[in-house]
């Protein structure tokens, strides 16, 4: 009977073990399920995500198009490198499933097609050949279609996502109801199994034992003949074989009687003992069903808790803007409390000693500060400093509502916390309900926390675009081009500056840098250019300074290797200089220095040669005079030469002032004709003025050395005499004078150089002619420094006639 006992009892206990074991695989079942769910929304939201960002170059491709604003394409850069990286991570979220894999796979490479073979054709079809023909490709690519069909995809894919959530949730909620019918079926089997075992007992053990209680009775009362019936196997049969062998042999021996009464008064001790284990193990299976009662109780909670955690998260996900979340968080807060409204402060990166009001439900936000301080007083401040929820009646607050003013019965502080940071405060009111359940504080905490993460990158991002855009305004500030060529070798960004000197050279911006090979101008030598940059890269440790000689103009470049904040490299910096104001500068110091120490030696060389003559030598009168002449006419032209040079640094310079007033344009003529007319015997100088006075507003004595330098041109560059016209014609606000000669003429070769410093014709015939190559170049610049223009018209061997204009006034 022992070892059925046993059995027994260890039956019991397998029951209860193995509804507990039914039981929690139930609730691992709905555990993964829900999981599964919450996976699929993560997809969806990633899909939408994708949809987005699809959007967002789509919209900046069409602003473009519409508008031709480059600012719109700041945006596009930075959404076309995000539509890839969105359309990854969706592929990447449904990875274990084949046929979303698929599909993911074709919205990535779809939306990669889309961004490349449209979007940057359209806008670089656009930058080259403007709106037009940007918005004719955009027609000819079909990008409206191809945008449909990604969406279409990305449609299919969240579609298949959602029949599959809705699945989950579905085998979450059966697995949930499977745990309840397990947990019931469980107590019931229980009930059942602790039924049967007390009935075996009381069949087997407590009957026979009351028949043999009643015998003994009988024994006792002086009845030796009484017997029990010896059915039945185990102790209680042997007990009752016993019995009936010593009643029949009490009649031999009282004290062995005696002694059998003694056994039996011991086993019946026993058995009440192991009536009472198992009385204690039927009070066991009931407090672990209400264990199970009461565990299948928290789960339930916590599936809602979990449920509630989940769709706060997939609302603050879905969103940037911190307003935006703001409200949402706030919402949420007020939902989970059971409030009816509220206000949420927050903290932004550019006040960090106030908080601003970034939310409000239920309320008018007029009505509340704007501001507060981050540690001020308060239950609010209490709750940021203890980092849990405040509550307190406000019994004596009341708020707007549609039936009127209505009080607020409670008021409950939440904190926004993430770990020792406070990022704000929500305040909520009840005005419906009269107080708040405590049990609910742990899930408005955790909801407040994930408000805040939210909340905090928002910010994050806003002060990372704000100083993206205040980087890109001092960089794009400055008149140095400014570039970053990553690793790759691709460039990475490029300011205002570098922009235009690309332009300016005709070629993309890479290839101005010299990092890209990409379209060239003909006539440039891109293998010694690109040569330089090879150069560099092979130095890649160190600073790098050289000058390029790129489609006309000089550039200085300075290279530098840039490494990260953890001395990670991500590039290389390069820094262009438009140099070739300062080299012309350089070069046409070097020519003023040669041309003054040429120019200069002949009529010194005739100075000192007829000086020394004088002061070594007597001569006649006849002879004294023409040396003297000599001398004055070289001492002379020293002095127009070095009033040329100098007028030629203060044009350089920029330091060239002029005295405007008006003048008689006709006079001047006049006068400078009687200066040059005895000056040649070989020339006729004649004058054609306007018909009526013309007056022009200028420098009289600047416009006088410009006719002087024509005038003296015409009679030097006609050895062989001639006429030469002086005249004037009349416009309306202008007057034109020209001085027209019948001279050697300019080749068509050299006319483009004519106004260059230093340029001389180089032909036999003007060699022997003096001059300095600055005469037309200060001409033409005084002329245009008056507003004017200056050209010319020459036919080789047929003489020139040079023009200039002035304002009149």
Known sequence: MTRRTILGSLSLVLIVFAVIALLSWAVARQQATAARALESQEVIAAANLTQQRLLAVQTNVRGYLISGNEELLQEYQHVRSALPDAATALAALVADDPEQARRAARIRDEALSYVNNYAENVVTRTRQDGVGAGREFAAAASGTQRAKVVEDRIAALSAAEQIRSVRESREADAASERASRIALVGLLVC????????????????????????????????????????????????????????????????????????????????????????????????????????????LAEEKRRAEAYGAFADSLAAERDARVLAWIALSGLVEAAGADVGALYGASWAEEQRWARLAAVGLDPEALAERMAAGGEGAAARAVLAREVVLMDSSALRVQTLGGEAPVRWELHVPLQIGERSIGVATLGGISSDAFDADESELVLRLAAQAATALAEADALAQQDWLSQVNAAVLDGVREGIGLVGLDGELVFANAAMAELAARADMPVAAAIGADRGPLPASFDGDTYFADWEAVLADSDEPTADELAVSGFVLERYTAPIDDARGTRIGRLVVLRDVTREREVDQLKSTLMQTVSHELRTPLASVVGYTELLRTRRLDADSRAEILGTVHREAKRLSSLIDDFLDLQTIEEQRLELSLAPFDVGALLAESVAVFGGQSEAHTLVLLPCEQPVVAVGDRARVAQVIANLLSNAIKYSPDGGTVRVSAQCGEGVVRISVADEGLGIPLAAQPRVFEKFFRVAREETVRVAGSGLGLALAHDIVVAHGGEMGFESVEGDGSTFWFTLPTA
Do not use: C, K, W
């Open 191 to 298: 009930v059942l199994a602790l039924a049967i075992v007390t009935f075996y007992v009381a069949r087997r053990i407590a009957r026979p034992v009351s028949r043999l209680a009643v015998a003994a009775d009988r024994v006792r009362s002086g009845d030796l003949d009484a017997t029990v019936p010896t059915s039945g196997r185990g102790e209680i049969g042997r007990l009752a074989a016993t019995f009936n062998a010593m009643a029949r042999s009490l009649q031999q021996s009282r004290d062995e009687l005696e002694h059998q009464n003694t056994e039996l008064e011991m086993q019946a001790i026993a058995l009440e003992e192991r009536q009472e284990e198992l009385t204690a193990a039927g009070e066991e299976v009931r407090a672990q069903r209400d264990e199970l009662s009461l565990t299948a109780a928290q």
